[in-house]
Each structure stands twice: as C-alpha cells, then as structure tokens.
C-alpha cells in the first residue's frame, strides 16, 4: 500500500495494488489509515519503551494504558492477574489504581523474575498489593498457584502480556479462563503483531503466530466469551476506534 500526504490540498491518497483513492486529510479515515501507520513505526523505535509509572518502566502504548483504566475503574475488580512481569510498571499501575479505588490486589507471573526488578517492586511504596509468581504461566502448579491465590475473589480481570505466541496464548487463555468473572474480561495483549510482519524488528510468521488470531480462535471455541473493545466512558469525537497495540484483545465473559 502507497500512502501520500498533500497538506496543502488536505487530502490523503491511499494506492492498494489496482485501486486508489483521496480521502480528506482531516477525516476519521484517516486518522485511523494514518494512526496505523503511526503505531507501526513506533513499535519499531521502541517508543512504548519511554515510559514509566510510579517510578518502573512500564511498556505499553499510553492509550492501552488509558484505556486499561477506563476499565478497572469501571469493574473494581477485586483481583488482576498479569502474566509478564518484566520491570513491573504494570503491576504497579494496576495497585495503584486499586489503592485509588480502596479495592483490590495484583497477581503477577513470570517465568523468570529478575532479581533488581523484584527488589524494586518488593521495595516500592504499593508493594502490599502485589503478589509477584516466579514460574511459567503456563505450568499446571503456576496455574494452580494462582488459582488458589485468587481464592473465592468475585470479580476477576485476567490480562497476558508475557510470551506472545499463537501456542502460549491460546495455552493462557485455557488455562486462566475459568477465574475470569462474567462481564469481565481476559485480554490477550500485543495482537499488532499481525500488522507489523513487514517492519525491521518483526518475526517472520507474525501475520498468523499472534495473540489475535489465539484469541479469535478461542472466542470460536468458547461461546461465553466474545471480542468486544470496552465502551469509551466519555467520547465527544468521531472516532470509534482505539489506537492500540491490542487489537481484538479484549474477550468478555457472557
């Protein structure tokens, strides 16, 4: 695909192999054509590698963040589970929003906790909330670690950010299903994999061994969950969709 930008004339040119069109530069269309694009290359300058929350690096896209928010706020969950721990910065993001709220406690799972990064979650000021777990997420005593830390909590949000493969993720989701609460969500992050099989840093089978196509795969299988991006609580815009890094992600339970 061929993208042009004339901001004198204020139109966008998008050539796909025998058809092309003009569309207004300052159309919803796009800003979504250009915003994909956007993403792209900003994954490949690691530009969700320059944040931070609370003091840990957190990698995320800022709006997946947000959006992340949006929707704990709403649930109150009394447990979020992560899989991928990393520097900790989403852990800490999800405490301090359940400090926020004056509700709920963070599970986090990683097949290798880094002993500075530990330190530094174990030493920080919402440490409390946290429950950090060394070991696969996808071994059946991890599973059933978590499951028994989880306890009877009514309301459960799950999120998978650690190993982004077709496999793992469809592994994840089997396994973790089960603890999510109806009308909450397990999310299968990092789908935009299947957009960026052509930038530098991509793996080559990234177009079908990602978290998308896994999660599409199992809302197929299993009818009590359905892909639905969570409702914007507040939009006075055109736009209808998320500028994210988690495309089809977000799998709520009927």
């Not at 097949?111 to 950090?132: D, G």
Request: overall charge negative; some cysteine.
């Amino acid at each position: 695909m061929k993208i042009q930008i004339d901001t004198e004339k204020h139109i966008l040119r998008v050539e796909d192999g025998a058809t092309s069109k003009e569309i207004s530069l300052y159309s919803r269309e796009a800003f979504e054509i250009i915003s994909l694009q956007w993403v792209k290359i900003g994954w490949n300058q690691k530009y969700p590698y320059s944040f931070s929350w609370f003091g840990r690096p957190v990698i995320q896209l800022p709006e997946d963040m947000v959006r992340t928010q949006e929707v704990i706020y709403r649930l109150k969950p009394d447990v979020i589970v992560e899989t991928g721990i990393a520097h900790g910065g989403s852990l800490v993001l999800y405490a301090s929003l359940c400090k926020a709220m004056g509700k709920g406690r963070v599970i986090g799972i990683d097949i290798e906790i880094r002993p500075h990064n530990r330190k530094a979650v174990e030493e920080h000021e919402l440490a409390s909330y946290i429950t950090m777990v060394e070991g696969s997420s996808t071994d059946r005593a991890i599973v059933d670690q978590v499951k028994n830390l989880v306890g009877d909590a009514k309301n459960v949000l799950v999120i998978l950010d650690s190993n982004h493969t077709y496999q793992h993720v469809t592994d994840e989701l089997e396994a973790y299903c089960s603890i999510v609460s109806k009308g909450s969500y397990i999310v299968a992050t990092d789908g935009i994999m299947k957009d960026l099989y052509d930038v530098p840093r991509a793996g080559k089978n990234w177009q079908t061994d990602n978290p998308t196509c896994a999660a599409i795969d199992f809302a197929a299988k299993h009818p009590e969950f359905i892909i639905e991006q969570p409702a914007w609580p507040f939009n006075e815009s055109e736009l209808k969709e998320n500028v994210t890094h988690w495309p089809s992600a977000w799998l709520k339970r009927l």
